[in-house]
Every structure is written in structure tokens, then in C-alpha cells.
């Protein structure tokens, strides 16, 4: 009771501007997809608009603490549900063809985020963000990194609004792009599963295509397998970040400080891993109508939860930010973002030629 009383007010306004954005999303005007934008980044904005209407609106007693909860807490159920989705077997099997375009992505993407947080001196947590933001899987890499490096909302908000800019234009100008050089249907679902950001974007993107060339799902099947496969590999980047973090604190405290792992260590990250493990499993049982049940409805149903859950989370961040400072500090993450893109997008192209995939 003491827990609902405390928190109750500021979930729920989460939850109402997480449930507006959801129904935004899966709008369609004109022929354009709201899918595009997606349901978390709408929160994000609504709840920076909402502070920047009505000032510090989620420093007020009754709602400081329940928001603050959603943006620690939620987001990292958020990351824990998502393992559910993933099962491990399919998606090495099925996707195995692509770790070695994924694989190079990620180092390019990393290593460009690592080189112009030197030259344009962007913040380091922003920069790491970014790049894995770039190079995972968007917005869902952020919430599984953030708590890991300790980033603060503005932090997260800077990187979510970055990675949705070039989300949106790599959804737009993709299959375009993708037909005008010639890809092949597999060819191109490699690309976007590799060389978009986020989920919602390169579902967008391979539907697109799919109605262009009237393939009827095919290129979307492979080019979200594709991604899942990327997906995996918040676990080692998460991991190691949280080494790098114990061996820093550890430095800075001086001789004789004691830093505790158990403290950092990303605990959800396991659960994360143990999530897909059940769904793994589950796979190889023989069918019947737990198993018809567990893939058809309670998978589903996670997914949804997940993405839902990061939509509040973004929503609590997005009320914890000022939208005019985030807005002054954005130019050197975009450009930062911008190049991270383009290295991505190229490195997708050319390990396509190489191997032979194109």
C-alpha cells in the first residue's frame, strides 16, 4: 500500500502517456506509418513537452518518486521481458549468416562513436549511448546500457532523440536507396536488419520493400531475424561495460578502495539471458498446447509488454528533461550519430560484396 502511495500517481501518468503513444504508433495517415516514429519516442517527446509546459512537473512530491521508479526500474523489466522474445537457437541458425556483417557493424559503430567523442569532446556516457544505440538495436540497446554506465535522463534522452532522427530517414529512403544499387530480396533484408536502428524502423523499412517488389512478408521475416540476431548482443557489450566501470571507479578511488562488481554488474542482463533460455527451450519441446500457447500468445504478448515498458520508461526520462537544453546540447551528438549511420551503412554494403551475399 505504502508503494502505491508513494509511487502510484507518477506510473500512472506513465502509463496513460505510454498507452496515448502506443495508440499513435500503430496509426497510418496518408499511407505513412506512425510504426516509423514509434510508440516510445512519441512518449519521450509528451513528456518533455509536458515539463516544458508546465515546469518542473515531475519534481512535485507526488509524482517524483513513482516517475523516478519507471525510469530505473521499469526500463530494466522492459530489457528482461524482451529476452523472452528471442529464442537463442532459431535466431544463430537463421541469422548466422549474417554475424559476420553484424559483427563488423558493431565494431565500426563503436569504434566511430569512440573517435569522435575525442575529436568533437561529446560526453562519454552520451557517446557510448550512441553507439551502441547505432549499432544494437536503438532504443532497446540505450535501455539496457544506460543503467549499466549510470547515464542520467538527459543523457538517455539525447541519445534516444538521436538514434530516432536517423531511424526515421533510413526507414524513408532505404528500400529506395536499396533497389536504385540493386539488392537482391535477401540482400536487402541483411542491409536493413544490419544498417537501421531500431526495431520498429527496419519493420518498417522491409514492409516497404516487401509491398515494392511483392515478396508478401518474406524480406520482413529475414530482416527481423536479422535484427534479433544483433539483439544479442547487448550481452557481452553490457558486460564488459560493466567491468570497464568497476575498473574505473576502482582507479579514480585510489589505493586500497574497494569497488564491489556485485554492485555495477547489469543483474537484469542475466535475467535477460535466462528469459531467452526459457523461450529456447520451450522451442525444442515437442509441440502440444503448452508450447502452441507459450509461442502464439505469451511471446507476443512480451514483445508487446516490452516495448510498452520502454514507452513509459521514455516517458519518465522525457519528463525528467529540459527539452530547450537538450535541444542546445544536440548538435555534437547528432553529428556524432550521423557518422555512426553513414560507417554502418557502408560497412553493411561492403562485408555484403565481400562475402558474396551481393
Known amino acids: 500500500m505504502n508503494f502505491i502511495k508513494k509511487n502510484g500517481i507518477g506510473i500512472l501518468t506513465c502509463i496513460i502517456i505510454a498507452g496515448i503513444s502506443t495508440f499513435l504508433a500503430g496509426l497510418s495517415i496518408g499511407g505513412f506509418s506512425f510504426e516509423v516514429i514509434g510508440a516510445p519516442v512519441f512518449a519521450i517527446v509528451f513528456g518533455m513537452v509536458i515539463t516544458a509546459i508546465f515546469g518542473k512537473f515531475a519534481s512535485d512530491d507526488r509524482v517524483k518518486s513513482g516517475i523516478t521508479f519507471t525510469s530505473k526500474k521499469i526500463l530494466q523489466w522492459a530489457v528482461i521481458i524482451l529476452g523472452f522474445t528471442l ?15 553484424i559483427i563488423s557493424t558493431i565494431a565500426v559503430s563503436l569504434i566511430v562513436a569512440f573517435v569522435m567523442c575525442k575529436i568533437l569532446k561529446v560526453d562519454k556516457k552520451v557517446s ?59 540482400g536487402f533484408a541483411l542491409f536493413a536488419g544490419t544498417a537501421v536502428n531500431d526495431t520498429s524502423s527496419v519493420t518498417a523499412a522491409a514492409s516497404a520493400w516487401d509491398s515494392m517488389k511483392g515478396t508478401e512478408g518474406m524480406v520482413l521475416a529475414q530482416a527481423t531475424t ?44 542475466l535475467y535477460f539471458v535466462i528469459a531467452s533460455l526459457i523461450t529456447t527451450l520451450v522451442a525444442v519441446l515437442p509441440e502440444s498446447g503448452f508450447t502452441a500457447v507459450y509461442n502464439d500468445y505469451f ?25 530547450v537544453t537538450l535541444v542546445k546540447k544536440g548538435g555534437k551528438p547528432i553529428a556524432m550519430g550521423f557518422c555512426c549511420w553513414v560507417c554502418i551503412t557502408a560497412v553493411s554494403l561492403v562485408m555484403q560484396h565481400v562475402l558474396g551475399y551481393w
Open 87 to 101: 529464442n537463442i537457437k532459431t535466431v544463430l541458425s537463421v541469422g548466422g549468416k549474417s554475424l559476420p556483417v
Open 128 to 186: 557510448i549511448l550512441v553507439g551502441v544505440g547505432s549499432s544494437i538495436c536503438g532504443g532497446s540497446a540505450i535501455a539496457a546500457t544506460a543503467p549499466v554506465i549510470d547515464a542520467d535522463d538527459e543523457e538517455i534522452a539525447q541519445s534516444i532523440s538521436v538514434i530516432f532522427l536517423f531511424n526515421v530517414i533510413a526507414a524513408l529512403i532505404f528500400p529506395t536507396f536499396g533497389n536504385a544499387i540493386g539488392l537482391t530480396n535477401d
Open 226 to 269: 536479422v535484427k534479433l540476431t544483433r539483439t544479442l548482443a547487448i550481452i557481452p557489450i553490457t558486460l564488459v561495460l560493466a567491468l570497464i566501470r568497476t575498473k574505473q571507479e576502482k582507479k579514480q578511488g585510489g589505493e586500497g578502495t574497494k569497488v564491489s562488481l556485485k554492485k555495477i554488474f547489469p543483474w537484469f542482463i
Open 299 to 323: 511471446v507476443k504478448g512480451a514483445k508487446w509488454l516490452a516495448k510498452f515498458f520502454i514507452s513509459m520508461a521514455m516517458c519518465a526520462i522525457g519528463l525528467n528533461t529540459n527539452i
